[in-house]
Structure formats: C-alpha cells, structure tokens
C-alpha cells in the first residue's frame, strides 16, 4: 500500500488548516500544463487524480499516468492504466470468510515459500460485516429475531470463531459482529469517512475516502461521496496486502437529474427507472456520475438507494459529489464535527464540492426529469425490467406463459428428463433451450388468457384457502437498497398502520418478514409508534442482515409450499431487495418482484400478483367496504413529518457506540490463537484450500489450449448467482451428498454462501443452481451435463469435471452476452477454476466477473463481434484447441488467438484488458502473483 507518495512530481503536497488542525494534502489544482483541464473533470475522476498524485513513485505511478488522467480525452476509449489505491478494504462475511481463509492459507504458502510469514497483513483499514448469515427461519412472531440469532449462531459457531481468530491474528482487521446491520447501511451511516484521515510516518494526511469491497453494492457508499465499487474477494485481498487495483482510466457518463418526484413516487421507482435507463444505455465497465439541480433535490438516503443499484445498471460506480446534503447526512448520522468541517473544507479546497450549474465534461449523458418517475416494480427474473405498478397485473399474466409452458416443447428429450427433471418449466429463456412442460396450461392460457390451476389448502391452525399461480408467498421488507432509506420504510410502517386501522390483514399464505439494514430502523419505527402494526401484519423482525435478498429467505409456509410442489404452481416473492434472479430467493418460487417497501406491505395485504393494485381492492373493512391503495396509501407530508419527529442523531450515536465489542454470545465464543490457523481436518465449514499446493517461486510459462471439452454451454445472462448459489444446498446434489458423507444432518446443511470456506463443498455447488440450464444436455436444469469421457451421458456437473480432470482434458465454458452479471462472487471464478476450466468464450462479460476469472487463472475469451456459438454453428459436442495464448510469454497480451472446434475456426478476442491482468494471468492467478512480489519485497 503507498501511504506516502516518493515523488511529487507537480509539486502538489500542501497543507489544509482546519479549525486548528493542519492536514497534509495533495492539491489537485497543482497540476496544470498544456492539455490538461483538471478543473473539467468529473468528479469521480478528479478523486483518481488525487490517487495518483499521492502515490506517485516514479515506477508503478508516474508523472505521466497523472499527466494522462488530467488531459482525459472524453471522446476516447479507455486504453490508458493506471493503479489505483483504495484507502480501506470492506467486506460482508458470505464473501469475508473465504477472504480471511486466503490469507491464512498464504501466511503457510509464504513460509513455504521461504518468506515471512507477517508479511500477509492488511496495510489498509479491513472491515468485514457480518450480515448475510441470518435466515428467516422463523418469523410472524415477537420471538422470531431471538430464535433466528439463535439458530444462527448454532450454525455459524465454526465460522465466527474463525474470524474472531482472524481478528486477532491479522492487524487492520476488524469485525462487526452479527445483529448489527446489513454491510452497506453499516458503511454509509457509520464506516464511511467522505474524507479520510490517516498518519503516515508522522504527518497526518486528508485525502478522498475510497474504498473496494467484497460485495457488488459496495457502490452504496457512492451515495455520499466515496468512490467505491464491488470486487472478487481475491482482488480484495490482493488490495489489503499493498496492491493496487489495476484499471483502465474509463468512460464517465454523466447523469443529469432535475425536478423533484411526484406524489406517489417512491425511491425504488427512481432507482428502478434509472436501472432501465442505464442498462438500455449501456454502461458496463463505466463509471457513472449523477450532476445537475436535480442532485441538490435528491435527500441522501435516495442518493445511496440509487448507488446501490450500480451493479444492476452494470456500471462500475454511480457516484454523487459531495453537498451540503452529504455534510447533513454525515451530522445525522453521528460524525463529530470535527470530521463535518474537514469534510467540507477539504472538499471545497480540491473542487470537489458540487455545484449545480456546472457541466462537467463526460463521455456521454442522459438526463431524467424527477417528475416523470411513477410507481414501479421489476421483475419476474431481472432488476432492469422494469414494470409500472399500473401494468403490473397484466405483465404477470403474460410473463407466466412463460413459466407455465405447453405440452409440446422442440429440444425437449425424454429420456435425459426422467433421470434430470426440470422444475422451472419455462417455454424459452436466457439460459438455454426449451425445458419440459408442465401439464395445466388452460386452453385460454395458449390463447393468451390466464391459466389456472387452484389448490385447496388447509393450515395447521385450520385456515382454509386456495392457492393458485400468483399467489404472493413471500413479502419481504429486505436488502440494503431500501431498508437504509427512511421515507420508503417510514412509508411502509405508515401503510401498515393504515391498514390495520382499517382491518386488514396479510392473506394466510404470506410469509411476511422485515430485516431491517440497522438497528437505527428499529429504533424510528418504535420511536414513530409504528412497530405495533408492522407486527400486527406479520412483519415482524426477523433479523439484521441481508436475509432474503441473498436467499436467506427460509422456507415457505409448509402447507403452501407442499401445495405449491404439489401442482407445480408458479408463485411469487415481493421483496424490497435488488437481486431478483432465477433460483435465488427461494426454490418453490419461480417469479420475483422487486418493489418498495410500502407496495411490498401492499402485496402481503393484495395476496397475488395477478391484481391491480390501483383498482382491485386490497380487501375488506370492518364493515364489510372495500378498502384500496390509495386509501391508505401515505401522503409525503406524512412521510416527512413523522421522519422529522422520529430520526436524532442520538440513535446512530447509541447503535455505533460499541460498533466492534458484539453482543453476550459473539464475546463468549472461544477464541483461537496463534499467527497461523490451526486447520481441523474434520471441518466442514473451513478448511484449507489447494491453491498453493506446489506452487513454484517463479512462475511456469502459461500454454495453449489442446483438447479441450466443453463442460457447459449457456445461453446470455447468466449471474454469478448461476454459476456459484448462495442459498439453500439440495440433499441429492453433490454438495449434500458431501455433507452427508461427513455427518453433516440436512437441517444443518445451512446454505452455500456459509460454506464458502470450505472448498469441498463449494466446487460441487459451482454450476449448481437449480435454475441453470445447460444447452448441452437439452432439457434439463440444474448442475448437470453431459460428459464425453464417458459417451455423453448426463451427469452432474462435478462428477464430469471430475472424470475430465482425471483423464488429463482441459475444460471450456461457451456461453452469450453478460456473462457474470451479478454479485462481486469470487466462487464463481474459483469454483469454474476448479473444475479443471481453462477458458470460458462468451459474447459479453460483466465486469467484476471477467476480472475474477483472471485473478484464478482462467483466460476470459469474446466471440468476434457479431458472432455467437449459433452462429457459428457450435454445438458443444466439439473438441476445442486455443493457440496464441502463449505470445503471453513474451510480454505481449495478444488481441486474439485461434480458437478451432471441430471444423470451426474463429478468432477470439482476449479480455484480457490491462498489463496488471496479463501478469496475474502469467502467474496463474492474482493471489499467487502477490505471494511470489511479497516474497521478494
């Protein structure tokens, strides 16, 4: 990590005053010269400009990297690299816990190797929130958060124990324990600096707060200010341990806001229009930054809201500059004023202050009138489709036929589905062919009506209902998009009491949660008196964490879910989350809405996507009227006074106090000691893995490709979610049977994403959603694939890999456009790595995904532009060869190599996109390049 800059090329090192304290800066307005306009540039861009000039060594960074970003050429592609030093590292636990075994692992490899072993330790501030371990096993209760923490922490003992070791063994490193807010409310309303301080051999200095995570919604913290982004858990490592990110100086868009949002309109609505937007657009590896009036307007928690969703747009950030809005947020929330004064002096100092008539200049630009957002929810299966709650009804029953298929499918085999049945019947969609058809589909349905197939259900207390396709079975008040926004849970807790108030209730078969992003929402809602009806309609607290939003949705209400299996119904979640994919919110549900926390109170009220919510009654009175959205739906005054009365600054104070100590249970685990884990070999939550065994000093040269086979061939938008589950692990998949094998009972399998630590299991889980569809063995989902070493027979995905592995042939993945897309889930890479995968060839990558594949070793491969593997006549069954790969050796990163798969040649692009890359890549991945440079540092 360069703490302090050997050159000062510019003589840009200066001294800021602040009431008393003087501060050592970096004077952007020092770099000056013909072509430069420092004064020009976005935002975003002036805060890696402030990087460089601080880091500059005359070697990694020069004066000419800083010349290049400060004559940034708008009109350019990216082509230019430069290093960027994060100020911190934050991470979640699902993505920490294997970070933390990485670095234990490489303490031993380091020894090995012949090193220090000290030398693996954070040089940066490393934070880790643990906030995606709680399942909403329990809810509908007041005991529901007790008993869930309780369960958690029976699963989890193993796990936090070995981060509290990491705690201690490693400095720089700390933990908030679980119970205390999901990651990214934690960082923006208390983690987060704006501006960040730091003593280096004896000088305290003030630069911008930035920061990288271990979780695609890092960009969060974009919202105040902090430019920020989600990587792999292994570029994370490799930042804590004094490596710069490597990256290509990128194209900003510029996103101008203005006017003010209408009545009814929510911030979820703004975020859902914006993601729609962008994603039409096109941002994927670009930065994007919000200017205009309209930013003056925007209150900071719909700022954040908004930079949440930057991974759903696809972009890197979504930045906002900083304001008075962001010095008010940061005095709500409990910083000292000290830190306000330096926030806004230092700001103003290097231009970085906004100013709402400034055009900066930008690579391009769109713009939104506050005023034209309506109500909003997207979905059934992706965040960018968006959907007007007016049309809501009438989407659904069009999206169904999709789900609900007909009798007679092209592609369907028989034979391979009996042995591998599908369970999302789904006509055609963006992961391969045709799936097997479900048996119900009316005859108005073909005809573009709405089929039916109702279910008598009956509940353990004697509640009777019929269930049919539509039904809302999970209405989730969820995920840190919203549950860190004060005027949409504010709203919802409004709603509720409306609600009540008029004798409604939740329909019998939702399953209601409420997992708030803080303690502090705890606090208003009880604060505001509105905890009472939230209850009363089952929305009880669950928990502090992600929950549903990751999959930790637990089960369904039993009787419905065995109804829902029974007929094969294609119900539905609404969640107020960001993360929509197939298979990840619950596996007996098929279709997931995105929506606001109050529309998510309305649905639990409605019982059914296949209403609409403006004329369609959300049931009765107490006198038997019909009660509708808009009456009781809340007025912004509303929304705003009781904010006013209900949200100090005290509460963040008290919530933050003792952020690190945890609670009774976290402060009674036992504590391993030592520099070094103690691994148990019997373990099945964390072990060490084997990406060091018999790594050399120096690296071996890297080879081309030759007989390789195909393991699975994808069609366009498959997440990381496809690749690499979080959620529940199926008895008879390879991971269970694993469990199983070592002890493990199925009501302990927890879910993947608490199994990251252990290699095992995560291996047999890459592949292994139950939504994935696999175009090489036609027909079915799941992790299954045809396997060639043994005449093509459909087995799972390991055991081929497996096979392929034994019989000494490397492996291909082909799949279409935004490979990736998703979480920043660096299992997906290492679990495809693995598997014995040398090269995946897709038509498109989402950015952190690509990166990923590198940083394991696996060299990320484009069709030529144009062309896909149907177009070019791929069929998967082909033996693949890849030459050129090895001009790699010389120095030199190939634009393309020759890609022959049986009688098909083409030439791929490699995306392989900067020089750092092409040296992780030389040295078979990222954490082991880092090892042999700290070995020799």
Not at 214 to 228: F, K, L, Q
Not at 361 to 381: C, H, M, N, Q
Not at 748 to 754: A, K, R, V
Not at 919 to 926: C, L, S
Request: glycine share 10%; hydrophobic share 35%; proline share 6%.
């Amino acid at each position: 990590m360069k703490a302090l800059a050997s050159k000062d090329s510019f003589g840009a090192k200066s001294t800021l005053d602040v009431d008393g304290t003087s501060y050592e800066i970096f004077r952007l307005d020092a770099v000056t010269g013909e072509g430069l306009d420092v004064a020009g540039l976005p935002f975003s861009l002036k805060v890696l400009l402030e990087n460089l000039l601080r880091t500059e060594d005359g070697a990694d960074i020069t004066a000419d990297d800083i010349k290049a970003l400060a004559g940034w050429d708008e009109t350019a592609e990216p082509d230019k690299e430069i290093q960027f030093t994060p100020a911190r590292v934050i991470m979640q636990d699902f993505t920490g816990v294997p970070c933390v075994v990485d670095l234990a692992t490489m303490r031993e490899a380091m020894a090995d190797l012949g090193g220090d072993p000290s030398k693996i330790n954070p040089l940066a501030p490393a934070e880790m929130v643990i906030d995606h371990s709680v399942i909403a096993d329990v809810f509908g209760s007041p005991e529901a958060f007790g008993r869930n923490v309780e369960i958690e922490y029976e699963r989890n003992r193993e796990r936090y124990q070995f981060l509290r070791w990491g705690q201690g063994a490693f400095d720089d490193f700390k933990v908030v324990p679980p119970g205390t807010g999901i990651v990214h409310q934690v960082n923006i309303e208390h983690l987060a600096r704006t501006v960040f301080t730091r003593e280096v051999e004896g000088t305290l200095q003030a630069y911008p707060d930035t920061c990288v995570g271990t979780d695609s919604h890092t960009t969060m913290v974009n919202g105040i200010g902090v430019v920020g982004w989600g990587v792999g858990g292994i570029e994370a490592e490799a930042a804590m341990l004094g490596q710069p990110v490597s990256m290509l100086i990128p194209r900003v868009v510029g996103f101008k806001l203005s006017g003010d949002l209408p009545e009814g309109s929510t911030a979820t609505d703004l975020v859902l229009t914006i993601t729609e937007m962008l994603r039409k657009h096109g941002v994927v590896g670009k930065f994007v930054e919000f200017y205009g009036p309209g930013v003056s307007a925007l209150p900071l928690a719909n700022r954040a809201t908004i930079g949440n969703m930057s991974p759903e747009f696809g972009s890197t950030i979504a930045v906002f500059p900083i304001d008075e809005e962001t010095t008010k947020y940061l005095e709500l929330t409990g910083r000292s004023p000290e830190q306000l004064a330096l926030v806004e002096a230092y700001a103003k100092a290097q231009g970085l202050w906004h100013d709402p008539q400034a055009e900066p200049r930008f690579s391009e630009k769109l713009e939104l009138d506050l005023a034209t957002v309506v109500p909003s929810i997207a979905g059934p299966k992706r965040p960018q489709d968006r959907i007007q709650v007016t049309d809501a009804k009438q989407s659904f029953r069009a999206s169904l036929k999709d789900y609900v298929a007909g009798e007679e499918e092209d592609g369907y085999d028989e034979s391979v589905a009996e042995t591998f049945p599908a369970s999302d019947p789904a006509t055609s969609n963006g992961h391969g062919t045709s799936a097997p058809p479900s048996n119900h589909l009316s005859a108005a349905a073909k005809d573009g009506g709405r089929p039916s197939s109702p279910v008598d259900v009956t509940l353990e207390d004697g509640t009777k209902f019929t269930l049919d396709h539509g039904a809302v079975t999970i209405a989730a008040i969820t995920s840190c998009t919203n549950t860190s926004n004060p005027s949409v849970m504010i709203g919802a807790g409004l709603l509720a009491k409306k609600a009540v108030e008029k004798g409604l209730q939740r329909k019998p078969w939702v399953k209601t949660t409420l997992a708030p992003g803080s303690k502090v929402v705890s606090d208003y809602y009880e604060k505001s008196g509105l905890t009472p009806y939230l209850d009363k309609l089952g929305f009880n607290l669950v928990g502090y964490g992600c929950t549903t939003c990751i999959g930790n949705s637990g089960p369904l209400i039993p009787e419905v879910s065995a109804a829902v299996n029974e007929k094969d119904l294609s119900v539905v979640s609404v969640l107020s989350g960001n993360r929509n994919f197939e298979g990840r919110i619950n596996p007996d549900i098929k279709m997931n809405y995105l929506a606001s926390p109050p529309l998510v109170v309305a649905y639990a009220l409605a019982g059914s996507m296949d209403v609409d919510l403006f004329t369609d009654p959300l049931g009765q009175d107490q006198d038997g009227n019909d009660v509708f959205l808009k009456d009781v739906w809340p007025s912004p005054s509303e929304v705003e006074e009781t904010i006013a009365q209900a949200i100090n600054s005290e509460m963040f104070g008290d919530s933050y106090q003792d952020v690190f100590a945890g609670d009774e249970q976290w402060q009674s685990l036992p504590t391993p000691e030592g520099k070094t884990f103690a691994w148990d070999p019997e373990s099945t939550y964390v072990r060490k893995p084997p990406y060091f065994d018999g790594m050399p000093d120096t690296p071996e040269p890297v080879s081309d490709i030759a007989g390789a086979r195909v393991l699975l061939k994808l069609g366009d938008s498959v997440t990381t979610d496809h690749i690499s589950p979080a959620g529940a692990i199926k008895k008879d998949s390879p991971a269970g049977r694993y469990l199983a094998e070592h002890g493990v009972e199925n009501r302990d399998f927890n879910s993947y994403g608490s199994r990251r630590g252990n290699h095992e299991v995560m291996i047999r889980g890459t592949f292994a959603n139950i939504r994935l569809r696999n175009q090489l063995a036609a027909g079915t989902e799941g992790g299954v694939t045809r396997d060639f070493t043994n005449g093509g027979e459909v087995t799972s995905v390991f055991e081929a890999s497996e096979n392929y592995i034994a019989a000494g042939i490397p492996l291909v993945v082909l799949s279409g456009k935004e490979y990736g897309s998703g979480s920043s889930r660096d299992w997906a890479a290492k679990g495809t790595s693995l598997l014995g995968v040398k090269a995946v060839i897709a038509e498109s990558y989402e950015r952190i995904h690509r990166s990923n594949l590198i940083g394991m070793g696996v060299i990320p491969l484009q069709y030529p532009a144009g062309e896909s593997a149907e177009s070019l006549g791929l069929t998967g069954e082909e033996e693949f060869s890849i030459t050129g790969i090895t001009e790699l050796n010389e120095g030199r990163t190939p634009k393309t190599v020759k890609v022959k798969a049986g009688d098909v040649e083409f030439d791929a692009v490699v995306r392989i996109d900067t020089p750092g890359e092409a040296n992780y890549y030389r040295n078979g991945g990222i954490m082991q390049y880092v090892l042999r440079n700290l070995r020799k540092a």
